[in-house]
């Protein structure tokens, strides 16, 4: 331990520590490749959720990035869940692991030194029936046959994967221009969902599903199935994001960031329309953003993140009207409102991140919040329920429950 401080203290490394962190990781990492590109029955990776009720069960999840300064334990025991036919809101500031837990769940981490370390990706798949060579089988009327399944994603190998990326789960990323291939007209792009996730999928069927999604997401198809995106408007390509995640018709749509890069009237149009769309597909919405107010316009829970890990998580109503951890607070305050006075400085909660390749044992949040107590200098603290779907990590309410 006084090893650790001392490094700490010096700001940096020296030579031998870095090759011993450099030999450190290359076991780790070799041991997780391997496991990644195993060969495995699916009894393997075939489990049950927890509760049947959701789509989506992310329990005690490990990512972490292996770097020549050390592990980054980017995603560092992350636990929540995403009920079926609801939108389950993800906030935090940025480094906090929201990213990095849609990418998991997409087993999109860039390898060799991202990894998933631990954990469980519980989600509940309408798979097809496959033969013995994992073909789909079809049925009497030619259509495939389906069934239900639930799968640990963070079990499965690598190269069956593809049984739920961009079919059963889809993402909606922050940035279409660097989404969408420049090369390829946006109908060639649309197409290709169709004629990849589902089996015996013709072109002139991929065509006609590419002009229906287009329709569903407002736009005219016939004026942008032959042109190329950088032809398109910032509004128009994240439309044509969206009718390609929907086109396999998912279960699990993840919209990280879906208007970063808008400006506010068409950041209003993509909410609106994902509003829509939410109750129009029969799936559920995991929505990434920083904007607190577009969490309380979309979201049905909400899950707020903090260097890594879950602080507090519940319904929409709870988290707005009645939260409890001093960051939730504090990000709540952070937010402009048309009643500050002119000239008054917006509130920022002071204090930085912890340095991720040296995370203290005790809570993150210590440093930075104004109500710590003797208790926040031990052990991190669990979760505490404080109603049925309310949840926080923190100190103040587990004193509370044992006095109460």
Same mark, same amino acid.
């Given at each position: 331990?006084?090893?650790?401080?001392?490094?700490?203290?010096?700001?940096?490394?020296?030579?031998?520590?870095?090759?011993?962190?450099?030999?450190?990781?290359?076991?780790?990492?070799?041991?997780?490749?391997?496991?990644?590109?195993?060969?495995?029955?699916?009894?393997?990776?075939?489990?049950?959720?927890?509760?049947?009720?959701?789509?989506?069960?992310?329990?005690?999840?490990?990512?972490?990035? =292996?770097?020549?300064?050390?592990?980054?334990?980017?995603?560092?025991?992350?636990?929540?869940?995403?009920?079926?036919?609801?939108?389950?809101?993800?906030?935090?500031?940025?480094?906090?692991?929201?990213?990095?837990?849609?990418?998991?769940?997409?087993?999109?981490?860039?390898?060799?030194?991202?990894?998933?370390?631990?954990?469980?990706?519980?989600?509940?798949?309408?798979?097809?029936?496959?033969?013995?060579?994992?073909?789909?089988?079809?049925?009497?009327?030619?259509?495939?046959?389906?069934?239900?399944?639930?799968?640990?994603?963070?079990?499965?190998?690598?190269?069956?994967?593809?049984?739920?990326?961009?079919?059963?789960?889809?993402?909606? =990323?922050?940035?279409?221009?660097?989404?969408?291939?420049?090369?390829?007209?946006?109908?060639?792009?649309? #197409?290709?969902?169709?004629?990849?996730?589902?089996?015996?999928?013709?072109?002139?069927?991929?065509?006609?599903?590419?002009?229906?999604?287009?329709?569903?997401?407002?736009?005219?198809?016939?004026?942008?199935?032959?042109?190329?995106?950088?032809?398109?408007?910032?509004?128009?390509?994240?439309?044509?994001?969206?009718?390609?995640?929907?086109?396999?018709?998912?279960?699990?749509?993840?919209?990280?960031?879906?208007?970063?890069?808008?400006?506010?009237?068409?950041?209003?149009?993509?909410?609106?329309?994902?509003?829509?769309?939410?109750?129009?597909?029969?799936?559920?919405?995991?929505?990434?953003?920083?904007?607190?107010?577009?969490?309380?316009?979309?979201? #049905?829970?909400?899950?707020?993140?903090?260097?890594?890990?879950?602080?507090?998580?519940?319904?929409?109503?709870?988290? =707005?009207?009645?939260?409890?951890?001093?960051?939730?607070?504090?990000?709540?305050?952070?937010?402009?409102?048309?009643?500050? #006075?002119?000239?008054?400085?917006?509130?920022?909660?002071?204090?930085?991140?912890?340095?991720?390749?040296?995370?203290?044992?005790?809570?993150?949040?210590?440093?930075?919040?104004?109500?710590?107590?003797?208790?926040?200098?031990?052990?991190?603290?669990?979760?505490?329920?404080?109603?049925?779907?309310?949840?926080?990590?923190?100190?103040?309410?587990?004193?509370?429950?044992?006095?109460?």
């Amino acid at each position: 331990m006084a090893e650790k401080k001392e490094k700490a203290k010096r700001g940096y490394l020296t030579g031998r520590e870095i090759r011993e962190i450099a030999k450190a990781n290359a076991r780790e990492i070799k041991r997780l490749e391997a496991y990644k590109h195993r060969k495995a029955p699916e009894s393997e990776f075939v489990t049950e959720m927890r509760d049947p009720d959701n789509i989506l069960e992310i329990e005690n999840l490990h990512t972490y990035f =292996f770097t020549e300064q050390g592990v980054v334990k980017a995603v560092n025991g992350v636990s929540y869940n995403v009920p079926k036919h609801s939108v389950v809101g993800i906030v935090g500031e940025s480094g906090c692991g929201k990213s990095v837990t849609s990418m998991s769940v997409m087993r999109l981490i860039q390898g060799p030194t991202g990894q998933i370390v631990d954990g469980s990706i519980r989600f509940h798949a309408n798979d097809f029936v496959r033969d013995a060579k994992g073909k789909p089988v079809m049925g009497p009327d030619g259509e495939p046959q389906m069934e239900e399944k639930v799968y640990d994603i963070a079990k499965m190998p690598i190269r069956e994967i593809h049984r739920l990326r961009g079919k059963q789960i889809s993402m909606i =990323f922050q940035e279409p221009m660097t989404s969408l291939n420049p090369v390829f007209t946006i109908g060639q792009q649309l #197409d290709e969902v169709t004629l990849i996730h589902i089996p015996g999928a013709t072109k002139q069927m991929a065509k006609e599903k590419s002009y229906e999604m287009l329709k569903l997401v407002g736009i005219i198809p016939e004026n942008v199935y032959e042109a190329f995106p950088h032809e398109l408007s910032g509004g128009m390509r994240q439309r044509v994001m969206i009718a390609m995640a929907l086109a396999a018709q998912p279960r699990l749509i993840i919209a990280d960031e879906p208007t970063t890069a808008l400006d506010v009237t068409i950041q209003a149009q993509i909410l609106d329309l994902l509003q829509d769309i939410k109750n129009k597909i029969d799936g559920s919405i995991l929505l990434i953003t920083h904007d607190l107010g577009v969490i309380a316009e979309m979201a #049905d829970y909400v899950v707020v993140m903090y260097a890594g890990k879950v602080i507090e998580q519940g319904t929409v109503m709870e988290i =707005f009207q009645d939260p409890r951890h001093p960051y939730t607070i504090g990000l709540q305050k952070s937010k402009p409102t048309m009643t500050l #006075d002119d000239g008054a400085e917006l509130y920022n909660i002071p204090g930085n991140v912890p340095n991720p390749t040296n995370m203290p044992n005790h809570c993150y949040f210590k440093e930075r919040c104004s109500r710590c107590t003797a208790a926040c200098s031990g052990d991190y603290p669990g979760m505490v329920q404080v109603s049925p779907t309310h949840f926080v990590a923190c100190h103040l309410y587990g004193e509370e429950a044992d006095h109460g």
